[in-house]
Protein backbone atom coordinates (compact mmCIF):
# COMPACT_ATOMS: atom_id res chain seq x y z
CA UNK A 1 0.00 0.00 0.00
CA UNK A 2 1.51 3.64 -0.69
CA UNK A 3 0.03 6.39 1.52
CA UNK A 4 0.57 10.22 0.81
CA UNK A 5 3.59 12.28 1.89
CA UNK A 6 3.51 14.70 4.51
CA UNK A 7 4.04 17.49 2.20
CA UNK A 8 0.81 16.32 0.10
CA UNK A 9 -1.44 15.76 3.20
CA UNK A 10 -0.15 18.78 4.83
CA UNK A 11 -1.63 20.67 1.54
CA UNK A 12 -5.18 18.87 2.11
CA UNK A 13 -4.77 19.41 5.99
CA UNK A 14 -3.69 23.79 5.67
CA UNK A 15 -6.68 24.01 2.85
CA UNK A 16 -9.23 22.46 5.88
CA UNK A 17 -8.02 25.09 8.25
CA UNK A 18 -8.81 28.01 5.35
CA UNK A 19 -12.16 26.24 4.68
CA UNK A 20 -13.24 24.71 7.92
CA UNK A 21 -13.41 21.42 8.13
CA UNK A 22 -17.19 21.05 8.59
CA UNK A 23 -19.46 20.37 4.92
CA UNK A 24 -22.25 22.98 6.18
CA UNK A 25 -19.44 25.19 6.13
CA UNK A 26 -19.28 25.42 2.02
CA UNK A 27 -21.01 28.31 -0.14
CA UNK A 28 -25.16 28.26 0.71
CA UNK A 29 -25.80 29.88 -2.78
CA UNK A 30 -24.21 26.43 -4.27
CA UNK A 31 -26.76 23.91 -1.81
CA UNK A 32 -29.27 23.81 -3.93
CA UNK A 33 -27.30 22.61 -7.02
CA UNK A 34 -24.54 20.05 -7.83
CA UNK A 35 -21.03 21.04 -7.60
CA UNK A 36 -18.26 19.49 -10.14
CA UNK A 37 -14.91 19.99 -9.35
CA UNK A 38 -13.09 20.13 -12.79
CA UNK A 39 -9.19 20.31 -13.19
CA UNK A 40 -8.63 22.99 -16.08
CA UNK A 41 -10.91 25.09 -18.29
CA UNK A 42 -12.48 23.91 -21.27
CA UNK A 43 -10.79 25.14 -24.72
CA UNK A 44 -14.27 25.93 -25.82
CA UNK A 45 -17.73 25.39 -25.60
CA UNK A 46 -18.29 23.16 -28.85
CA UNK A 47 -16.83 19.52 -28.89
CA UNK A 48 -16.76 20.07 -32.45
CA UNK A 49 -13.64 22.04 -32.37
CA UNK A 50 -11.88 20.51 -29.41
CA UNK A 51 -10.70 16.64 -28.38
CA UNK A 52 -9.70 17.06 -24.82
CA UNK A 53 -11.53 15.89 -21.78
CA UNK A 54 -12.05 18.57 -20.13
CA UNK A 55 -14.07 20.28 -22.70
CA UNK A 56 -16.24 17.37 -23.69
CA UNK A 57 -16.67 16.93 -19.66
CA UNK A 58 -17.54 20.58 -19.34
CA UNK A 59 -19.65 20.58 -22.63
CA UNK A 60 -20.97 16.91 -24.22
CA UNK A 61 -23.18 15.96 -22.23
CA UNK A 62 -24.65 18.73 -20.02
CA UNK A 63 -25.38 20.92 -22.73
CA UNK A 64 -25.35 19.02 -25.77
CA UNK A 65 -27.31 15.47 -27.39
CA UNK A 66 -26.13 13.18 -30.17
CA UNK A 67 -28.31 11.40 -32.68
CA UNK A 68 -27.24 8.49 -30.99
CA UNK A 69 -25.08 7.65 -27.84
CA UNK A 70 -23.60 4.46 -25.91
CA UNK A 71 -25.51 2.83 -23.10
CA UNK A 72 -22.36 3.04 -20.33
CA UNK A 73 -23.03 -0.33 -19.04
CA UNK A 74 -22.85 -2.27 -22.49
CA UNK A 75 -21.57 0.11 -24.75
CA UNK A 76 -24.16 -0.76 -27.17
CA UNK A 77 -25.13 1.90 -29.43
CA UNK A 78 -28.99 3.40 -28.69
CA UNK A 79 -31.46 6.26 -29.54
CA UNK A 80 -31.12 9.85 -28.51
CA UNK A 81 -32.06 12.83 -30.43
CA UNK A 82 -33.13 10.16 -33.09
CA UNK A 83 -35.62 7.81 -32.07
CA UNK A 84 -34.60 4.80 -35.06
CA UNK A 85 -32.71 4.16 -37.76
CA UNK A 86 -31.77 2.21 -40.81
CA UNK A 87 -29.04 1.21 -42.73
CA UNK A 88 -29.62 -0.13 -46.64
CA UNK A 89 -28.47 -3.27 -47.32
CA UNK A 90 -24.99 -1.90 -49.36
CA UNK A 91 -23.99 -0.27 -46.19
CA UNK A 92 -23.96 3.14 -47.39
CA UNK A 93 -27.51 5.19 -46.45
CA UNK A 94 -28.62 5.95 -43.36
CA UNK A 95 -31.68 7.15 -42.57
CA UNK A 96 -32.52 8.34 -38.65
CA UNK A 97 -35.73 9.32 -37.68
CA UNK A 98 -36.25 12.18 -35.20
CA UNK A 99 -37.28 12.47 -31.95
CA UNK A 100 -40.55 15.23 -32.02
CA UNK A 101 -40.30 16.19 -28.38
CA UNK A 102 -36.89 18.36 -28.56
CA UNK A 103 -36.78 21.28 -27.70
CA UNK A 104 -33.79 24.06 -27.93
CA UNK A 105 -32.30 25.74 -25.06
CA UNK A 106 -34.03 29.04 -24.09
CA UNK A 107 -31.69 31.66 -22.05
CA UNK A 108 -31.22 35.30 -21.62
CA UNK A 109 -29.34 35.75 -24.78
CA UNK A 110 -31.44 33.15 -27.36
CA UNK A 111 -34.85 32.02 -27.79
CA UNK A 112 -35.76 29.44 -29.94
CA UNK A 113 -39.27 29.62 -31.92
CA UNK A 114 -39.68 26.14 -33.29
CA UNK A 115 -38.70 22.61 -32.01
CA UNK A 116 -35.10 20.57 -32.94
CA UNK A 117 -35.67 19.44 -36.30
CA UNK A 118 -33.99 17.33 -39.78
CA UNK A 119 -32.19 21.26 -40.27
CA UNK A 120 -30.16 21.31 -36.94
CA UNK A 121 -28.96 17.97 -37.98
CA UNK A 122 -27.89 19.25 -41.40
CA UNK A 123 -26.37 21.79 -40.30
CA UNK A 124 -24.55 20.52 -37.54
CA UNK A 125 -22.98 18.06 -40.19
CA UNK A 126 -22.41 20.31 -43.00
CA UNK A 127 -20.71 22.78 -40.36
CA UNK A 128 -17.24 20.54 -39.88
CA UNK A 129 -17.49 18.67 -43.55
CA UNK A 130 -17.99 21.60 -46.05
CA UNK A 131 -14.81 24.10 -46.17
CA UNK A 132 -17.78 26.25 -48.20
CA UNK A 133 -20.02 26.16 -45.56
CA UNK A 134 -20.46 30.08 -43.74
CA UNK A 135 -19.79 28.39 -40.41
CA UNK A 136 -16.93 25.90 -41.13
CA UNK A 137 -14.28 29.00 -40.52
CA UNK A 138 -15.56 30.24 -37.33
CA UNK A 139 -13.84 29.50 -34.69
CA UNK A 140 -10.55 28.64 -36.20
CA UNK A 141 -12.27 25.66 -38.69
CA UNK A 142 -10.40 23.28 -36.81
CA UNK A 143 -12.38 19.99 -36.31
CA UNK A 144 -9.63 17.46 -34.99
CA UNK A 145 -12.11 14.28 -34.12
CA UNK A 146 -13.47 14.75 -37.39
CA UNK A 147 -9.96 15.52 -39.57
CA UNK A 148 -8.63 12.24 -37.78
CA UNK A 149 -11.00 10.10 -38.85
CA UNK A 150 -11.42 11.61 -42.33
CA UNK A 151 -15.29 11.54 -41.65
CA UNK A 152 -15.79 14.73 -44.48
CA UNK A 153 -14.22 12.99 -46.92
CA UNK A 154 -16.47 9.55 -47.04
CA UNK A 155 -19.63 11.43 -46.65
CA UNK A 156 -21.62 11.86 -50.34
CA UNK A 157 -24.56 13.78 -49.31
CA UNK A 158 -26.82 14.69 -45.87
CA UNK A 159 -30.06 15.64 -46.92
CA UNK A 160 -33.10 16.45 -45.30
CA UNK A 161 -36.28 13.71 -46.16
CA UNK A 162 -38.85 15.79 -44.07
CA UNK A 163 -38.58 17.79 -40.61
CA UNK A 164 -38.46 14.92 -38.88
CA UNK A 165 -36.43 12.49 -41.45
CA UNK A 166 -32.09 12.62 -42.30
CA UNK A 167 -30.69 10.62 -44.71
CA UNK A 168 -26.89 10.81 -44.78
CA UNK A 169 -25.01 8.69 -47.49
CA UNK A 170 -21.47 7.25 -47.70
CA UNK A 171 -19.06 6.74 -50.65
CA UNK A 172 -18.01 3.55 -49.01
CA UNK A 173 -18.99 1.24 -46.26
CA UNK A 174 -18.05 2.18 -43.01
CA UNK A 175 -18.54 -0.25 -39.82
CA UNK A 176 -17.65 2.25 -37.15
CA UNK A 177 -19.93 5.26 -38.64
CA UNK A 178 -22.81 4.87 -36.09
CA UNK A 179 -20.38 4.65 -33.11
CA UNK A 180 -18.14 7.98 -34.67
CA UNK A 181 -21.60 9.87 -34.74
CA UNK A 182 -22.52 8.66 -31.10
CA UNK A 183 -19.17 9.92 -30.23
CA UNK A 184 -19.05 12.99 -27.88
CA UNK A 185 -18.08 15.17 -30.59
CA UNK A 186 -20.78 14.79 -32.45
CA UNK A 187 -23.31 17.00 -30.97
CA UNK A 188 -26.29 18.92 -32.14
CA UNK A 189 -26.34 22.70 -33.13
CA UNK A 190 -29.07 24.85 -33.44
CA UNK A 191 -29.42 26.22 -36.70
CA UNK A 192 -32.10 28.51 -35.74
CA UNK A 193 -29.14 30.28 -33.19
CA UNK A 194 -26.46 29.90 -35.88
CA UNK A 195 -28.48 31.95 -38.90
CA UNK A 196 -29.48 34.63 -35.88
CA UNK A 197 -25.61 34.84 -34.90
CA UNK A 198 -24.67 35.37 -38.33
CA UNK A 199 -27.43 38.24 -38.68
CA UNK A 200 -26.00 39.75 -35.74
CA UNK A 201 -22.73 39.77 -37.18
CA UNK A 202 -21.26 37.73 -34.33
CA UNK A 203 -21.40 33.90 -35.55
CA UNK A 204 -18.18 33.07 -33.22
CA UNK A 205 -21.07 32.80 -30.21
CA UNK A 206 -22.09 29.78 -31.29
CA UNK A 207 -19.60 28.35 -29.29
CA UNK A 208 -18.80 30.82 -26.75
CA UNK A 209 -22.26 31.05 -25.47
CA UNK A 210 -23.95 27.67 -26.34
CA UNK A 211 -27.64 26.87 -27.06
CA UNK A 212 -27.94 23.23 -27.08
CA UNK A 213 -31.12 20.04 -26.50
CA UNK A 214 -28.72 18.56 -23.33
CA UNK A 215 -30.04 18.50 -19.54
CA UNK A 216 -27.92 21.93 -18.75
CA UNK A 217 -27.97 25.52 -20.42
CA UNK A 218 -25.22 27.83 -20.40
CA UNK A 219 -25.59 30.84 -17.74
CA UNK A 220 -21.91 32.20 -17.17
CA UNK A 221 -17.99 31.32 -17.64
CA UNK A 222 -15.90 33.00 -15.29
CA UNK A 223 -11.64 31.76 -16.63
CA UNK A 224 -9.73 29.90 -14.11
CA UNK A 225 -13.02 29.74 -11.59
CA UNK A 226 -16.41 28.10 -12.55
CA UNK A 227 -18.93 27.45 -15.35
CA UNK A 228 -22.09 27.57 -14.39
CA UNK A 229 -25.24 26.22 -16.02
CA UNK A 230 -28.68 25.83 -14.77
CA UNK A 231 -31.31 22.96 -15.38
CA UNK A 232 -32.97 22.71 -18.95
CA UNK A 233 -36.70 22.81 -17.75
CA UNK A 234 -38.14 21.21 -21.41
CA UNK A 235 -34.92 18.82 -21.30
CA UNK A 236 -36.91 15.67 -23.20
CA UNK A 237 -35.39 13.25 -20.59
CA UNK A 238 -36.92 15.31 -18.01
CA UNK A 239 -35.27 18.75 -15.94
CA UNK A 240 -32.74 17.63 -14.20
CA UNK A 241 -32.75 16.79 -10.18
CA UNK A 242 -30.38 19.99 -9.71
CA UNK A 243 -31.68 23.59 -10.13
CA UNK A 244 -28.10 24.72 -10.89
CA UNK A 245 -24.94 22.94 -11.87
CA UNK A 246 -21.82 24.45 -11.03
CA UNK A 247 -17.70 23.26 -12.60
CA UNK A 248 -15.65 24.94 -9.76
CA UNK A 249 -12.03 25.24 -11.86
CA UNK A 250 -9.82 23.36 -8.88
CA UNK A 251 -6.43 22.57 -10.87
CA UNK A 252 -4.55 21.16 -7.81
CA UNK A 253 -5.78 17.85 -7.12
CA UNK A 254 -4.97 18.30 -3.21
CA UNK A 255 -7.58 20.99 -3.07
CA UNK A 256 -9.89 19.08 -5.59
CA UNK A 257 -9.89 16.15 -2.51
CA UNK A 258 -10.44 18.98 0.20
CA UNK A 259 -13.18 20.36 -1.21
CA UNK A 260 -14.60 17.66 -1.46
CA UNK A 261 -14.17 16.52 1.65
CA UNK A 262 -15.54 19.71 3.69
CA UNK A 263 -18.59 18.94 0.84
CA UNK A 264 -17.87 22.17 -1.01
CA UNK A 265 -17.67 19.65 -4.65
CA UNK A 266 -19.96 17.05 -4.78
CA UNK A 267 -17.84 15.09 -7.10
CA UNK A 268 -13.95 15.43 -8.51
CA UNK A 269 -12.27 14.74 -11.40
CA UNK A 270 -9.43 12.95 -11.83
CA UNK A 271 -8.82 11.75 -8.09
CA UNK A 272 -4.99 11.64 -7.57
CA UNK A 273 -3.58 7.75 -6.77
CA UNK A 274 -2.36 9.21 -4.00
CA UNK A 275 -5.45 9.82 -2.51
CA UNK A 276 -7.41 6.50 -3.29
CA UNK A 277 -7.06 5.28 0.24
CA UNK A 278 -7.70 8.45 1.60
CA UNK A 279 -10.87 8.57 -0.34
CA UNK A 280 -11.65 4.56 0.46
CA UNK A 281 -11.29 5.13 4.29
CA UNK A 282 -14.00 7.74 4.83
CA UNK A 283 -17.41 6.89 5.22
CA UNK A 284 -19.06 9.54 3.42
CA UNK A 285 -17.11 8.94 0.01
CA UNK A 286 -17.19 6.29 -2.96
CA UNK A 287 -14.17 5.68 -5.04
CA UNK A 288 -15.42 4.08 -8.63
CA UNK A 289 -13.87 2.42 -10.54
CA UNK A 290 -14.20 1.19 -13.99
CA UNK A 291 -11.61 -0.17 -17.01
CA UNK A 292 -10.55 2.38 -19.28
CA UNK A 293 -10.75 2.63 -22.76
CA UNK A 294 -7.59 4.41 -22.98
CA UNK A 295 -3.90 4.34 -23.72
CA UNK A 296 -1.11 6.19 -22.59
CA UNK A 297 1.63 6.40 -24.58
CA UNK A 298 5.54 8.36 -25.57
CA UNK A 299 5.33 9.62 -29.24
CA UNK A 300 8.39 10.36 -31.46
CA UNK A 301 8.10 13.39 -34.03
CA UNK A 302 9.01 11.02 -36.96
CA UNK A 303 9.09 14.21 -39.01
CA UNK A 304 12.16 14.91 -37.21
CA UNK A 305 15.59 13.31 -37.15
CA UNK A 306 16.73 11.17 -35.80
CA UNK A 307 13.43 10.04 -34.87
CA UNK A 308 12.54 9.46 -38.71
CA UNK A 309 15.07 6.20 -38.20
CA UNK A 310 12.88 2.98 -36.70
CA UNK A 311 16.00 2.16 -34.73
CA UNK A 312 16.60 5.00 -32.97
CA UNK A 313 12.96 4.48 -31.77
CA UNK A 314 13.27 1.18 -31.25
CA UNK A 315 16.53 2.21 -29.27
CA UNK A 316 14.41 4.49 -27.18
CA UNK A 317 12.11 1.79 -26.24
CA UNK A 318 14.20 -0.34 -25.33
CA UNK A 319 16.15 2.25 -23.21
CA UNK A 320 12.86 2.20 -20.68
CA UNK A 321 11.31 -0.47 -18.03
CA UNK A 322 7.65 0.55 -18.41
CA UNK A 323 6.58 -1.99 -15.46
CA UNK A 324 8.75 0.56 -13.20
CA UNK A 325 6.72 3.47 -14.74
CA UNK A 326 2.93 1.67 -14.23
CA UNK A 327 4.32 1.17 -10.44
CA UNK A 328 5.62 4.62 -10.00
CA UNK A 329 3.30 6.92 -11.69
CA UNK A 330 -0.10 4.70 -12.09
CA UNK A 331 0.65 2.97 -8.53
CA UNK A 332 -0.35 -0.33 -9.97
CA UNK A 333 -4.00 1.10 -11.31
CA UNK A 334 -3.17 0.52 -14.93
CA UNK A 335 -1.81 -2.72 -16.96
CA UNK A 336 0.64 -2.61 -19.29
CA UNK A 337 -0.18 -1.65 -22.91
CA UNK A 338 1.58 -3.88 -25.70
CA UNK A 339 -0.30 -2.22 -28.11
CA UNK A 340 -2.96 0.32 -28.39
CA UNK A 341 -5.89 -1.18 -27.39
CA UNK A 342 -6.99 -2.26 -23.58
CA UNK A 343 -8.44 -5.77 -22.55
CA UNK A 344 -12.25 -4.17 -22.96
CA UNK A 345 -11.67 -3.67 -26.80
CA UNK A 346 -13.49 -7.22 -28.78
CA UNK A 347 -10.11 -6.62 -31.06
CA UNK A 348 -7.72 -6.70 -28.34
CA UNK A 349 -5.00 -9.09 -28.92
CA UNK A 350 -3.15 -10.37 -25.81
CA UNK A 351 0.20 -11.56 -27.60
CA UNK A 352 0.59 -8.66 -29.29
CA UNK A 353 4.50 -7.85 -29.56
CA UNK A 354 6.11 -6.11 -26.91
CA UNK A 355 9.46 -3.95 -26.16
CA UNK A 356 11.43 -5.44 -22.72
CA UNK A 357 13.73 -3.49 -20.89
CA UNK A 358 17.42 -3.92 -22.52
CA UNK A 359 19.29 -0.97 -22.10
CA UNK A 360 22.57 -2.65 -24.04
CA UNK A 361 20.43 -3.05 -27.15
CA UNK A 362 18.74 0.17 -26.54
CA UNK A 363 22.76 1.70 -26.73
CA UNK A 364 24.04 -0.72 -29.97
CA UNK A 365 21.02 0.15 -31.53
CA UNK A 366 21.83 4.37 -31.06
CA UNK A 367 25.20 3.39 -32.17
CA UNK A 368 24.31 1.32 -35.35
CA UNK A 369 22.30 4.32 -36.49
CA UNK A 370 25.19 6.89 -35.71
CA UNK A 371 23.59 8.50 -32.57
CA UNK A 372 26.42 9.76 -30.93
CA UNK A 373 26.35 9.83 -26.82
CA UNK A 374 25.90 12.95 -25.22
CA UNK A 375 22.85 13.51 -28.15
CA UNK A 376 20.24 15.53 -26.24
CA UNK A 377 16.51 15.56 -27.14
CA UNK A 378 13.20 16.83 -25.57
CA UNK A 379 10.40 15.13 -23.84
CA UNK A 380 7.23 17.27 -23.99
CA UNK A 381 5.34 15.97 -20.87
CA UNK A 382 1.44 17.62 -20.70
CA UNK A 383 0.74 20.06 -17.89
CA UNK A 384 -2.77 18.46 -17.26
CA UNK A 385 -4.07 15.03 -15.09
CA UNK A 386 -5.28 12.71 -17.14
CA UNK A 387 -6.56 8.82 -17.02
CA UNK A 388 -4.10 7.52 -19.00
CA UNK A 389 -0.90 9.60 -17.68
CA UNK A 390 -1.88 11.12 -14.17
CA UNK A 391 1.56 12.45 -13.87
CA UNK A 392 3.17 13.08 -17.14
CA UNK A 393 5.86 15.31 -15.87
CA UNK A 394 7.10 12.39 -13.24
CA UNK A 395 6.94 10.11 -15.73
CA UNK A 396 9.22 12.09 -18.05
CA UNK A 397 11.51 12.27 -15.07
CA UNK A 398 12.06 8.96 -15.31
CA UNK A 399 12.78 8.49 -18.65
CA UNK A 400 15.32 11.02 -18.06
CA UNK A 401 17.13 9.04 -16.09
CA UNK A 402 16.67 5.86 -17.88
CA UNK A 403 17.81 8.03 -20.90
CA UNK A 404 20.80 9.04 -19.05
CA UNK A 405 22.25 4.93 -18.87
CA UNK A 406 22.19 5.00 -22.39
CA UNK A 407 23.99 8.66 -22.55
CA UNK A 408 21.26 10.58 -23.98
CA UNK A 409 20.04 13.78 -22.60
CA UNK A 410 16.80 14.66 -21.91
CA UNK A 411 15.64 18.23 -21.51
CA UNK A 412 12.11 17.71 -20.19
CA UNK A 413 9.65 20.44 -21.81
CA UNK A 414 6.51 21.95 -20.53
CA UNK A 415 3.72 25.11 -21.33
CA UNK A 416 0.43 26.13 -19.93
CA UNK A 417 -2.27 23.76 -21.82
CA UNK A 418 -3.38 25.64 -24.26
CA UNK A 419 0.03 26.52 -25.65
CA UNK A 420 1.36 23.40 -25.21
CA UNK A 421 -1.64 21.79 -27.26
CA UNK A 422 -0.93 24.74 -29.82
CA UNK A 423 2.91 24.23 -30.27
CA UNK A 424 2.14 19.62 -30.27
CA UNK A 425 -0.06 20.32 -33.75
CA UNK A 426 2.50 22.79 -35.05
CA UNK A 427 5.33 19.44 -34.53
CA UNK A 428 7.82 21.49 -32.20
CA UNK A 429 8.35 18.35 -30.12
CA UNK A 430 11.04 15.51 -30.82
CA UNK A 431 8.76 13.29 -28.89
CA UNK A 432 5.74 13.39 -26.25
CA UNK A 433 3.95 11.96 -22.98
CA UNK A 434 0.61 11.85 -23.78
CA UNK A 435 -2.63 10.10 -24.69
CA UNK A 436 -6.18 9.23 -25.87
CA UNK A 437 -9.43 8.46 -24.05
CA UNK A 438 -11.63 6.78 -26.99
CA UNK A 439 -15.20 8.09 -27.97
CA UNK A 440 -16.09 4.78 -28.66
CA UNK A 441 -16.01 0.97 -28.54
CA UNK A 442 -14.80 0.40 -32.33
CA UNK A 443 -10.89 -0.72 -32.66
CA UNK A 444 -10.82 2.38 -35.32
CA UNK A 445 -11.13 4.80 -33.22
CA UNK A 446 -7.71 4.13 -31.41
CA UNK A 447 -5.53 2.95 -34.59
CA UNK A 448 -7.43 6.02 -37.32
CA UNK A 449 -6.56 9.42 -34.61
CA UNK A 450 -3.42 8.37 -33.39
CA UNK A 451 -1.46 6.85 -36.19
CA UNK A 452 -3.35 7.60 -39.92
CA UNK A 453 -1.93 10.34 -42.48
CA UNK A 454 -5.24 12.08 -41.88
CA UNK A 455 -4.50 12.57 -38.56
CA UNK A 456 -1.31 14.92 -39.19
CA UNK A 457 -3.03 18.25 -39.44
CA UNK A 458 -5.77 17.38 -37.37
CA UNK A 459 -3.35 17.01 -34.55
CA UNK A 460 -3.91 13.84 -33.17
CA UNK A 461 -1.33 11.83 -35.02
CA UNK A 462 1.30 13.09 -32.47
CA UNK A 463 4.39 11.11 -33.89
CA UNK A 464 3.04 12.49 -37.12
CA UNK A 465 3.75 8.95 -38.40
CA UNK A 466 2.03 8.34 -42.28
CA UNK A 467 2.41 4.85 -43.84
CA UNK A 468 -0.16 4.33 -46.80
CA UNK A 469 0.02 0.66 -46.20
CA UNK A 470 -0.89 1.03 -42.44
CA UNK A 471 -3.98 3.63 -43.53
CA UNK A 472 -5.10 0.74 -46.62
CA UNK A 473 -5.29 -1.55 -43.21
CA UNK A 474 -7.65 0.29 -41.43
CA UNK A 475 -9.81 1.02 -44.83
CA UNK A 476 -9.78 -2.48 -45.72
CA UNK A 477 -11.44 -3.39 -41.51
CA UNK A 478 -13.78 -0.75 -42.43
CA UNK A 479 -15.27 -2.35 -45.24
CA UNK A 480 -16.51 -5.37 -43.77
CA UNK A 481 -18.67 -5.72 -40.44
CA UNK A 482 -17.32 -9.59 -39.59
CA UNK A 483 -15.76 -9.51 -36.39
CA UNK A 484 -12.78 -12.10 -37.44
CA UNK A 485 -11.71 -10.41 -40.47
CA UNK A 486 -11.59 -7.20 -38.78
CA UNK A 487 -9.43 -8.71 -36.20
CA UNK A 488 -7.24 -10.29 -38.54
CA UNK A 489 -6.15 -6.54 -40.69
CA UNK A 490 -6.11 -5.43 -37.17
CA UNK A 491 -3.77 -7.70 -36.27
CA UNK A 492 -1.98 -6.80 -39.27
CA UNK A 493 -1.98 -3.38 -38.13
CA UNK A 494 -0.54 -4.08 -34.56
CA UNK A 495 2.53 -5.94 -36.36
CA UNK A 496 3.18 -2.75 -38.58
CA UNK A 497 3.09 -0.13 -35.48
CA UNK A 498 5.74 -2.60 -33.53
CA UNK A 499 7.83 -2.97 -36.86
CA UNK A 500 8.18 0.97 -37.02
CA UNK A 501 7.55 1.47 -33.53
CA UNK A 502 6.20 5.35 -34.08
CA UNK A 503 5.30 5.63 -30.47
CA UNK A 504 5.78 3.16 -27.26
CA UNK A 505 2.59 2.28 -25.57
CA UNK A 506 2.67 1.90 -22.27
CA UNK A 507 -0.27 2.40 -20.10
CA UNK A 508 -4.20 0.90 -20.00
CA UNK A 509 -5.17 3.14 -17.04
CA UNK A 510 -8.76 2.62 -15.07
CA UNK A 511 -10.89 5.58 -14.60
CA UNK A 512 -11.59 6.64 -11.44
CA UNK A 513 -14.64 8.68 -10.19
CA UNK A 514 -14.45 10.50 -6.85
CA UNK A 515 -17.70 11.53 -5.43
CA UNK A 516 -20.09 12.10 -1.92
CA UNK A 517 -21.90 9.11 -0.79
CA UNK A 518 -25.24 11.44 -0.44
CA UNK A 519 -25.21 11.21 -4.88
CA UNK A 520 -27.34 9.05 -6.97
CA UNK A 521 -26.86 8.20 -10.37
CA UNK A 522 -23.18 9.34 -10.26
CA UNK A 523 -21.74 6.60 -13.61
CA UNK A 524 -18.11 6.33 -14.69
CA UNK A 525 -18.42 7.39 -18.52
CA UNK A 526 -15.66 4.52 -20.17
CA UNK A 527 -16.82 6.35 -23.68
CA UNK A 528 -16.32 10.02 -22.91
CA UNK A 529 -17.02 12.79 -20.98
CA UNK A 530 -18.70 13.07 -17.53
CA UNK A 531 -22.82 12.48 -17.36
CA UNK A 532 -24.14 14.98 -14.87
CA UNK A 533 -27.74 15.14 -16.42
CA UNK A 534 -29.25 11.87 -14.05
CA UNK A 535 -27.53 12.48 -10.83
CA UNK A 536 -29.52 13.43 -7.75
CA UNK A 537 -28.32 15.44 -5.06
CA UNK A 538 -30.22 15.04 -1.75
CA UNK A 539 -31.75 18.60 -0.26
CA UNK A 540 -31.80 19.79 3.33
Known amino acids: MRYPSASHLLTVICFFSLAGCSPQKYSEKFQEGLVYCSESDPLSMNPQLDTSTTTADATAHQIYDRLLEFDTETGRIQPSLASEWSVSEDGLIYRFTLRPDVVFHSTAYFTPTRPFNASDVVFSFNRWRLTEHPFHRVSGGYYPYFESLGLASNIADIRQISSNEVEIALFERDSSFLANIASDFSVILSAEYADYLMSMGTPEELDEFPIGTGPYQYQSYKKDHYIRYNANPSYWRGQPDSNTLIFDITPKSSLRLA ?193 SCDAIPSGTNRARWCEPAYDEILDKALQTEDIEVRKALYLQANQLIFEKLPLVPIAHAYRYQAYRKELNGMIINPFGGVRLGGVTKPRD
Open 259 to 451: KLMTGECDAIAFPARVDHEIIRERDDLVLAEKAGLNIGFWAFNTERPPFDNPDVRKALAYAIDKNTLLEAVYFDSATRARSLLPAASWAYQADADDTGYNPVLARKLLDNAGVPPGFTMNVWAIPVERAYNPNAKKMAELIQNYLAEIEVNVNIVSYDWTTFRRLLREGNHDSVLIGWSADNGDPDNFYRPLL
